[in-house]
């Protein structure tokens, strides 16, 4: 590796580069580098990541410190904070959390589910205004849909309720949803449908035994992008939610952080750091799914 | 077991200039095995579908065993399918392939379990069940798709070129094996395939299409011996039949043919085709094996002088490539016939066998 001569290309024009220049390159790398470019690179690479991962070693530094402030320090390992945090509303904040995230993230999987499959496999007319519309929805900022929303959710009698609340959560991924799981389920080869309704199978089995197994890792990716959209989800509770019993995480960060006149940045920390931990969990757990690839080696040749 | 009967299908998809397959009349007799073969783009993968019901004819009727199914769903078709891709359920072992189609139409657990294990010795792959079709070869993958089929039950089998993927010698052993299932199990078979070989070889009928159009259905010796027009002439045979250009000389008796050197009288019906032709040219066909190097001292059979271009040697015999004036054939010889290329030699030609089609519209002036 790195030991013959290679061309290098500076500013456009090739050059002949002594072997000693290049450095250890990665087999199967498409492109040689001088040791000098290496270090830049690498420089840059870690001046970025130190960008990002100060703040959050800061995080952690102030959830464990007794005298936290907007300095770093050595941490004293404390846990008074995080009681201070539970104690505050936390654990019922990250509860309700689970429960709009979960219920949300059930709703807007089923209904986008059947959506993209009759957008993907059935003629429909209009469809592709359909599809057009259901994109554009995509980029619909929350904020235009507050007010109506509410006017809507008072009148129907639904304010006020962490199931409706929920409604209203998958309703805003339903769009990102659909448009996932349609092209996803557009890549499922209709020979295998056909296989399957020739065997005698109906829509039903077919979508259930065959379409869904084979949309697994499209599916997983739409309920992890709606669980993180309605874990985080601020506006909405905040709007149409005015018990403090149903106060998600989010929000109760937000009013956290005003409670007591100033800021405290110790116990704040350790509620933003409780906060995330479900998060944190389920992109571990989503890596190692999604590793599994995707399945349709071995049924259609090619 | 069923009748396919095809009446004045058409089907024209949208923003196509063509129709993909045009006032289809076909019979498929019950437990007959057809085969339905063609150049790509002729019209036979449609009109497959069009059978199983994927595809909704434009005009005409599709019945199966006598009832008419251009409202009926593929599921309830009574069908079984062997897809070109096989089209086995990736996600799912070799015996829940198997069995999807019985526990789809809820026959009993018990007798799934018997019938599929049946099967499965049957075509060999008893020992694959617990295997992901990902982790099988393409003859087992085959196999599967065959058992998936026989376990259906149905009225009829479709095939959809399933040979086409596999290896040669896999090929000639699995066209083998089809026959073999087929003569132990004679359900209504159609089957779907642009190789000619496998169409002479495997079928009770042929059904060969062009361009959307059926052109001639026949056993294959009919087909091969007489051909309904040029197309199937040169379809058919391996290599392609000779075509020549004929002049018609016509001076108040039998009628006669001049092609190359040669000249020959016409008798029988294509006399007298050849006396109604208005035109005065024909296309003059010879398979490869009605050509030969003449005897010494001659024949009785008109010659032309050749020269050799030539000489492909395949084993048991021998493929000769020759150029007379500049119209370009290929003669077979038997084995280590001595010709070289830039040889001179003199042909003879079997106009026994001789076909002549109409110069125009293709069709056969027998």
Redesign the interface.
Known sequence: MGTAVTAKEVGGETQGVEASQVADVPKGSLVRRTKRQRFILDGIIVLVGLAFILPMLWLLDAAFSNNASQAMSVPQLTFGNFKAAIAAGAGGAIKNSLYLAIVSTFIATVVSILAAYVLSRRRVPLKGAMLIVVLFLTGLPITLLLIPIYVMYVHLGWDNSPFYTSVALAATSVPFAIWLLKNFIDQV?R??E?????????GV?ILW??VI??ATPGIFVAAILTFINSWGAFLLPLVIDANPQNTPGALGIYEFMSANGRVQFGPLSAYAILFSLPVIVLYLISTRWLHGGF???????? | MAKIVLEGVDKLFKGKPRPAVESLDLEVEDGEFLVMVGPSGCGKTTTLRMIAGFETPTHGVIRIGGKAMNNVLPKDRNLAMVFQNYALFPHMSVAKNLSFGMKARREPRAKINKDVETIASMLGIDSLLDRKPSELSGGERQRVALGRALLRRPEAFLMDEPLSNLDAALRVQMRLEIKRIHTQFPVTTVYVTHDQVEAMTMADRIALMNAGRLQQTAVPESIYDHPANAFVAGFIGTPKINFFTGTVVRDGGTPRVSFLECSCSVNGSAGAALEKLSSSTVTVGFRPEEIRVAPEGGGRLPTAKCVVEMVEPLGPETNVVARCGDQLFVCRTSARSGLEAGDAVTMEFDTSQMKLFDAESGGSLE
């Not at chain 1, 056909?194 to 109906?202: C, D, L, N, V």
């Not at chain 1, 399945?295 to 090619?302: E, I, R, S």
């Open positions: 080869p020979e295998f056909e296989a399957a309704a020739i065997e005698g199978a109906g089995r035994r065959i197994p084979l399945a349709f080696a071995g049924g259609v040749k090619g």
